[in-house]
DNA sequence: AAATGATTTAACCAAATGGTTAATTTTTGA
DNA sequence: TCAAAAATTAACCATTTGGTTAAATCATTT
């Protein structure tokens, strides 16, 4: 493991438990077991080792999930499809919303918005939209709200872990199992929402 | 206005701004207009200030829909008048869901969770639900991921507030109006998720 | 008006923090 | 083998930050 590799590790540690302002570079260092001057030898300063880290953990969290879908057809199989896909991710990186959140909403520095991957949620959400709706296969929602409510299920439960836990009582086990029979009550909400009821 | 009145006033701006860790004594002292000692004077510590305006936000996010909530008979009626109460303080405090959940995930001090009060959600969600649930009125959902999904749906939006107006390339004035709209929505959305389909 | 207590201020302090530097060790390549 | 380049270290630095203090001002009561 080279030092870099080993700053890296220890920086996306550091900046996901704490946050860039809660990060503190000694703390890095030392979980790398390096000397501090080493960060600023390879990464120059603390913003410019966090971009490096914000950049590359979008990466994972928003991948390309967008090629796989393409082989759904219907609109309501693509969401279904996401579902699936984004909480394999969520699941393996609970953290990664909060970190993601907390960084866009940093007051002094929002250009970190400008990294999200917007078009990959365009694509999911509104490409097949449209010609399912008009030849009736999904209700008339509006694509906007419904897209945010898709993400917002499914997002909302890892930015409130430490509140879901305590509050239902569970470990991180349970909580993990919680997540995985998730999917499967989402998906059921997406279809209830989605299909229209035949009127036969 | 009392110098302890603009404190609180100040205090609450760059918390809920910049978070605990971003925010400064000395910004405060500034925007309150007062000196960097009466902060200590009326609060002895950053800590306990912060503790003091965590409190009193609380109390407005998670106020007493409770108590009105019980003149609602059915657990989908409950619910979307819950959605509609909560918009209305959420468009109110847009900032708030992200100052909660900044705070309850701090890594240092997790104390902040205990001061949710959980009661007041348990109360609306699991009281008439299991009622409906018995009597046919509502489908066979799991109440946990129920809640969960009618709060994620509500709060995510304003946790991401800045990426979405950049996202859909809205101003907050529209952003606002959308919130408004999403009311319809969502009630909409649970509507379908809940009452079941009879199939006459 | 004087004494008392509450409030406010300016100056100060120690610790922490991001960052630098100069010297040292390790690696590399001719 | 040896010099140049790259990597690493310890000590250091300027600034910031939460917090303190002692003196000054203001308000209240007698």
């Known amino acids: 493991m080279t030092t870099e590799e080993k700053i890296i590790k220890a920086a996306e540690e550091v900046f996901i438990e704490q946050g860039y302002d809660g990060a503190r570079m000694q703390e890095i260092a030392d979980r790398a077991e390096i000397n501090k001057a080493m960060l600023h030898y390879y990464f120059r300063s603390k913003d410019m080792l ?6 590359e953990k979008v990466k994972v969290v928003f991948p390309t999930i967008s090629e796989q879908m393409k082989s759904y057809e219907g609109f309501t199989d693509k969401v279904c499809f996401f579902i699936e896909q984004y ?3 969520l699941i393996k990186y609970p953290f990664m ?13 929002k250009h970190f918005i400008d990294k999200l ?4 949620i365009k694509e999911i959400f509104f490409e097949s939209f449209f010609s399912d709706l008009q030849s009736g296969k999904i209700r008339e929602v509006n694509p906007f709200q419904f897209a945010i409510s898709v993400m917002g299920m499914s997002v909302f439960p890892f930015l409130t872990r430490p509140a879901m836990k305590k509050l239902i009582g569970i470990n ?6 919680l997540m995985q029979q998730r999917i499967e009550e989402l998906k059921n909400y997406v279809r209830l ?8």
């Open 50 to 55: 966090f971009e490096k880290i914000f950049e």
């Open 87 to 89: 909480y394999e991710i």
């Open 97 to 109: 919303p909060f970190f993601v959140i907390s960084t866009i909403n940093r007051k002094d520095d």
């Open 117 to 120: 991957p917007f078009g990959f």
């Open 172 to 177: 991180d086990e349970q909580f993990q199992m």
């Open 193 to 200: 929402i989605l299909i229209p009821t035949n009127h036969a």
